[in-house]
Nanobody, 118 residues
Framework: QVQLVESGGGSVRPGGSLRLSCAASGFTSDEYYLKWYREASHTDRQLVATTTHTGVNTIYLRSVMGRFTVSRDNALATVYLQMNNVTSEDAAVYYC???????????WGQGTPVWISP
């Protein structure tokens, strides 16, 4: 059974940094996209960052480019989201998402909240 477990959320000051982690289990190979989404109380869920199975190819939401970095460690089956220079617009619940290349199934974690607090 596939499971995604996020961690690392919490309160951070504007301009500060935070690193989110998402541990995946239950996959039989590394060939799946790992993505970070976020959902604030006033917005729809939006795709923040995507990484392919090698971790080489990444895509970012325009508003986080240059500040956030997505990376993955396949040996640990974990994807990270390094968040730097955060702003109030980054406050949201962050969700990990996995999508195997060869399957239409999509898997979600339970989410980890990020608060921006001076």
């Amino acid at each position: 059974q596939v499971q995604l477990v996020e961690s690392g959320g919490g309160s951070v000051r504007p301009g500060g940094s935070l690193r989110l982690s998402c541990a995946a289990s239950g996959f039989t190979s590394d060939e799946y996209y790992l993505k970070w989404y976020r959902e604030a109380s006033h917005t729809d869920r939006q795709l923040v960052a995507t990484t392919t199975h090698t971790g080489v190819n990444t895509i970012y939401l325009r508003s986080v480019m240059g500040r956030f970095t997505v990376s993955r460690d396949n040996a640990l089956a974990t994807v990270y989201l390094q968040m730097n220079n955060v702003t109030s617009e980054d406050a949201a619940v962050y969700y990990c998402n996995a999508q195997p290349y060869s399957s239409p199934n999509i898997y979600w974690g339970q989410g980890t909240p990020v608060w921006i607090s001076p």
